[in-house]
Nanobody
Framework: QVQLAESGGDSVQSGGSLRLSCQASTHIAPMAWFRQAPGKEREGVAIQANQVTRIYADSVKGRFTTDKDDATNTLYLQMNNLKPEDTGTYFC????????????????????WGKGTLVLVSS
Protein backbone atom coordinates (compact mmCIF):
# COMPACT_ATOMS: atom_id res chain seq x y z
CA GLN A 1 0.00 0.00 0.00
CA VAL A 2 1.18 3.50 -0.82
CA GLN A 3 2.20 5.63 2.15
CA LEU A 4 0.90 9.21 2.25
CA ALA A 5 2.25 11.96 4.48
CA GLU A 6 0.36 15.23 4.84
CA SER A 7 1.75 18.47 6.22
CA GLY A 8 0.98 22.16 6.29
CA GLY A 9 -2.05 22.35 8.53
CA ASP A 10 -2.18 25.36 10.80
CA SER A 11 -4.38 27.92 12.48
CA VAL A 12 -5.12 31.04 10.41
CA GLN A 13 -7.53 33.92 10.37
CA SER A 14 -10.37 34.23 7.90
CA GLY A 15 -9.07 35.50 4.57
CA GLY A 16 -5.68 33.93 5.06
CA SER A 17 -3.89 31.29 3.03
CA LEU A 18 -2.33 27.90 3.64
CA ARG A 19 -0.57 25.36 1.48
CA LEU A 20 -0.98 21.70 2.30
CA SER A 21 1.39 19.02 1.03
CA CYS A 22 0.90 15.32 0.56
CA GLN A 23 3.91 13.22 -0.37
CA ALA A 24 3.31 9.71 -1.66
CA SER A 25 5.87 6.94 -1.27
CA THR A 26 5.61 6.19 -4.97
CA HIS A 27 4.02 7.51 -8.14
CA ILE A 28 0.27 7.13 -7.95
CA ALA A 29 -2.81 8.68 -9.49
CA PRO A 30 -5.26 10.07 -8.90
CA MET A 31 -4.43 11.96 -5.74
CA ALA A 32 -7.04 13.85 -3.78
CA TRP A 33 -7.84 15.93 -0.76
CA PHE A 34 -10.83 15.27 1.46
CA ARG A 35 -11.82 17.05 4.65
CA GLN A 36 -13.93 16.39 7.67
CA ALA A 37 -15.23 19.04 10.01
CA PRO A 38 -16.24 18.19 13.58
CA GLY A 39 -19.65 16.56 13.59
CA LYS A 40 -19.87 16.45 9.80
CA GLU A 41 -19.34 13.84 7.14
CA ARG A 42 -16.18 13.66 5.13
CA GLU A 43 -16.33 15.56 1.85
CA GLY A 44 -14.20 15.78 -1.23
CA VAL A 45 -12.21 18.97 -1.69
CA ALA A 46 -10.22 18.32 -4.86
CA ILE A 47 -8.91 15.47 -6.94
CA GLN A 48 -6.20 15.49 -9.58
CA ALA A 49 -5.74 12.74 -12.12
CA ASN A 50 -2.91 14.30 -14.14
CA GLN A 51 -1.52 17.71 -14.97
CA VAL A 52 -4.70 18.81 -16.73
CA THR A 53 -7.60 16.94 -15.11
CA ARG A 54 -8.89 18.16 -11.78
CA ILE A 55 -12.22 18.31 -9.99
CA TYR A 56 -12.99 20.79 -7.22
CA ALA A 57 -15.85 20.98 -4.78
CA ASP A 58 -18.16 23.89 -5.54
CA SER A 59 -17.44 25.35 -2.12
CA VAL A 60 -13.74 25.81 -2.90
CA LYS A 61 -13.76 26.70 -6.59
CA GLY A 62 -11.87 29.92 -7.22
CA ARG A 63 -10.15 29.72 -3.83
CA PHE A 64 -8.32 26.37 -3.77
CA THR A 65 -6.04 24.88 -6.40
CA THR A 66 -4.05 21.67 -6.62
CA ASP A 67 -0.68 21.12 -8.16
CA LYS A 68 1.30 17.93 -8.38
CA ASP A 69 5.06 17.59 -8.51
CA ASP A 70 5.61 14.34 -10.36
CA ALA A 71 9.30 14.33 -9.52
CA THR A 72 8.58 14.03 -5.80
CA ASN A 73 5.10 12.44 -5.97
CA THR A 74 3.76 15.37 -3.98
CA LEU A 75 0.29 16.86 -4.29
CA TYR A 76 -0.15 20.40 -3.05
CA LEU A 77 -3.35 22.14 -2.05
CA GLN A 78 -3.11 25.92 -2.16
CA MET A 79 -5.92 27.41 -0.12
CA ASN A 80 -6.62 31.11 -0.43
CA ASN A 81 -9.29 33.34 1.10
CA LEU A 82 -9.92 30.77 3.80
CA LYS A 83 -13.24 30.85 5.60
CA PRO A 84 -14.25 29.47 9.01
CA GLU A 85 -16.27 26.78 7.22
CA ASP A 86 -13.00 25.46 5.76
CA THR A 87 -12.02 24.32 9.24
CA GLY A 88 -11.44 20.61 9.53
CA THR A 89 -9.01 17.76 9.23
CA TYR A 90 -7.71 17.47 5.69
CA PHE A 91 -6.86 14.00 4.45
CA CYS A 92 -4.85 13.04 1.43
CA UNK A 93 -5.98 10.02 -0.54
CA UNK A 94 -4.57 8.28 -3.59
CA UNK A 95 -5.31 5.54 -6.06
CA UNK A 96 -8.75 4.69 -7.37
CA UNK A 97 -9.98 2.25 -9.98
CA UNK A 98 -13.25 4.00 -10.77
CA UNK A 99 -14.18 7.00 -12.88
CA UNK A 100 -12.64 10.18 -11.46
CA UNK A 101 -16.03 11.63 -10.58
CA UNK A 102 -16.90 8.49 -8.64
CA UNK A 103 -13.58 8.53 -6.82
CA UNK A 104 -14.22 12.12 -5.79
CA UNK A 105 -17.85 11.68 -4.83
CA UNK A 106 -17.33 8.53 -2.78
CA UNK A 107 -14.02 8.66 -0.98
CA UNK A 108 -14.46 5.03 0.06
CA UNK A 109 -13.22 4.06 -3.41
CA UNK A 110 -9.79 5.61 -2.78
CA UNK A 111 -7.09 3.00 -2.12
CA UNK A 112 -4.75 4.76 0.31
CA TRP A 113 -5.22 7.42 2.98
CA GLY A 114 -3.01 9.67 5.02
CA LYS A 115 -3.49 10.43 8.70
CA GLY A 116 -4.69 13.98 8.15
CA THR A 117 -3.59 17.49 8.97
CA LEU A 118 -5.68 20.01 10.90
CA VAL A 119 -6.76 23.34 9.46
CA LEU A 120 -8.37 25.84 11.80
CA VAL A 121 -9.78 29.07 10.40
CA SER A 122 -10.92 31.67 12.88
CA SER A 123 -13.23 34.58 12.11
Amino acid sequence: QVQLAESGGDSVQSGGSLRLSCQASTHIAPMAWFRQAPGKEREGVAIQANQVTRIYADSVKGRFTTDKDDATNTLYLQMNNLKPEDTGTYFCAAGCQRRLETCFRTGDTMDSWGKGTLVLVSS
